[in-house]
C-alpha cells in the first residue's frame, strides 16, 4: 500500500473547508430569502408567552402588537409585476377597434368632402345691410339674406353699394336741410351663397 503524500491532505483539508464555508454561505443566504414558517405550536408541558390581562375599566387599552413584515420572495414578487401589466386585446379585438376607427374617419372625411363638393353660387340682387348696435353697416347679415331669398343657408358679400334715403322734407322749396333729413343706406348687390 501507497502512503499518501502530506501535501496531498493539507490540500483535500483546504478543499473541504472552502466546500463548507460556501455551504454554509448559501444556508444564510437562503434562510433571509425566503419566507420562514411559523413557529411550531408549543409542546406538552412548555408555557408560551403569558396571555395578556384585559384592561380593566378607565385604563387605557394596551397598543396592538407590530405587525409582522412579509418577506414574500422571489416567485410572489414577480407574480406582482405581472399583476401591474396592462392587460392586452385579443387579434379580435384590435382588428374590431381599428375598424371602428377607420369607420369613424370615413365618415369625417366623407362630411368634410361634401361641404366642399357643394359648390358656392354667386347671387346678385339688392338687400339692405342692417345697422349694427356701434352705427356700422352689418353686410354679412344682408349677404346671409340675400342668399336665404335664393334657398342657399348663408353667403359672404363680394359687391355692396350704398345709396342716400332722404325723407320728402327735402323736396320742399326754399326748406333748408338739417343734418337728419338723411342718412346713407348700404345695401349688398352680389353674394358668394352656399
Partial sequence: MMARPDHLIAQARAHVATAGAAMLMLMLAAGAGWPQAAPPPPSPG??????????QPGEPAPSP???VQENPGLINEIGKLFEKLPTLKSPGETIDDLNARAKDAAKDASDSL??????????????????SANGSPDCKLGADKLCQSRGYKEGNSLNTNSAE????KVLIPGRTRKPDDCRTDNYVTTALCQ
Fill in 46 to 55: 412548555v408555557q408560551g408567552p403569558a396571555p395578556q390581562p384585559s384592561p
Fill in 65 to 67: 402588537a407590530p405587525p
Fill in 114 to 131: 361634401s361641404r366642399l363638393a357643394r359648390p358656392a353660387s354667386m347671387v346678385s340682387g339688392r338687400m339692405i345691410c342692417p345697422v
Fill in 165 to 168: 334715403t332722404c325723407s320728402a
